[in-house]
C-alpha cells in the first residue's frame, strides 16, 4: 500500500480510538451501585456566579465503595456543593458535617439495574454508530484515492482492510458491553 493509504489507515485506527475512549467515559458514568468520583462529573457548582466543575473546588473521593466524601476547599462551599449536588438529581443526598460532604451510595434495585443496562446498550450503539461514520467518511477518501491514480485492487484491499479494523472495533464495544453489565447486575 502506498502512504496515503497508510496514513489513512492510521487516520482511522486514531479516530475509532478515540470513540472507543469517550464510550468508555460515558460508561463510566452509568454507576453499578459502587461508588466513584466520576458519579459527580456532571454536576456544576455555582462558584462566585461561574458554573464550575465540582473536581475544581473541591476533593472528591471513596473512601469506600458505598460513599462518596466532597471536601470543599473554602468551607464556604458546602451549602452551594450540597444544592448543587440535590440539583443535579442524581438520587444522592449528602449529609453537611459542617466540614465535608458524605455521600452514601445507595443499593441499586432490580428495576434500576435493567434501565441502567438500557442505558448502557444506548450508549453502545451510539459509539457502534460513530465508529460506522469513521468507516463510511474513510470509505469516502478511498474512492477520492482511486480518483488521484490508486489502482482498483489497491482499493479493493483497503476498503477491506477498513472493514477489518471497523470490526475490531465494533467488537471491543461489545466486549466493553458485555463487562459493564455483568458490572451492573452483580449484586
Not at 57 to 86: C, F, R
Amino acid at each position: 500500500m502506498n502512504d496515503d493509504c497508510t496514513l489513512l489507515l492510521e487516520e482511522i485506527q486514531e479516530n475509532m480510538n478515540n470513540s472507543l475512549v469517550f464510550y468508555n467515559r460515558e460508561l463510566q458514568k452509568i454507576r453499578a451501585g459502587k461508588a466513584n468520583p466520576g458519579m459527580l462529573d456532571s454536576v456544576k457548582v455555582d462558584y462566585y456566579g461561574t458554573p464550575t466543575a465540582i473536581s475544581q473546588v473541591a476533593n472528591v473521593n471513596t473512601p469506600d465503595a458505598k460513599q462518596i466524601v466532597v471536601q470543599p476547599w473554602e468551607k464556604a462551599m458546602l451549602i452551594p456543593l450540597e444544592k448543587a449536588i440535590l440539583a443535579a438529581n442524581l438520587g444522592f443526598n449528602p449529609q453537611n458535617n459542617g466540614e465535608f460532604l458524605r455521600i452514601l451510595v445507595p443499593q441499586l434495585t432490580e428495576e434500576r439495574r435493567i434501565d441502567l443496562v438500557k442505558k448502557s446498550k444506548a450508549e453502545s450503539e451510539h459509539a457502534k454508530v460513530n465508529i460506522r461514520n469513521v468507516r463510511r467518511n474513510a470509505n469516502e477518501q478511498a474512492k477520492k484515492l482511486e480518483k488521484d491514480g490508486l489502482s482498483e485492487d489497491e482499493l479493493k484491499r483497503l476498503e477491506a482492510e477498513i472493514q477489518k479494523i471497523t470490526d475490531e472495533f465494533i467488537l471491543k464495544i461489545d466486549k466493553i458491553l458485555e463487562a459493564k453489565e455483568k458490572d451492573i447486575m452483580t449484586v
